[in-house]
């Protein structure tokens, strides 16, 4: 059964950093495509990041929502069977709740139950 435990989140100011991770069980996430998703009150689950699995021929590709562009990495942690997602430059509107999923690539269709995610919160 797998299990997907999302940290990292907390309260930081406009222009910060914050680095989340997705630690997961059941499953080994450098040969699935994994994803992080976020939701923020009032609105729909969307996309954030994206990578694929680390075998031919996806071979890790990363994929970001426009909107954090340039701003967030996605990246594994083999050792750790961690996927993480490194935030700078935050800004308001990324204030939401982070989830971490499998997906199907191309699609980016979540595979698992989702977890708690974790809450980043962007204010001054």
């Known amino acids: 059964q797998v299990h997907l435990v999302e940290s990292g989140g907390g309260l930081v100011q406009p222009g910060g950093s914050l680095r989340l991770s997705c630690t997961a069980s059941?499953?080994?996430?450098?040969?699935?495509?994994m994803a992080w998703f976020r939701q923020a009150p009032g609105k729909e689950r969307e996309l954030v990041a994206s990578?694929?699995?680390?075998?031919?021929?996806?071979?890790?590709?990363?994929s970001y929502a426009e909107s954090v562009k340039g701003r967030f990495t996605i990246s594994r942690d083999n050792a750790e069977n961690t996927v993480n997602l490194q935030m700078n430059s935050l800004k308001s509107e990324d204030t939401a709740v982070y989830y971490c999923?499998?997906?199907?690539?191309?699609?980016?269709?979540?595979?698992?139950?989702w977890g708690q995610g974790t809450q980043v919160t962007v204010s001054s």
């Open positions: 999923n499998r997906i199907v690539s191309g699609i980016n269709y979540p595979l698992e139950p």
């Open positions: 059941g499953m080994i996430v450098n040969i699935n495509s």
């Open positions: 990578i694929s699995a680390n075998i031919y021929p996806t071979n890790g590709r990363t």
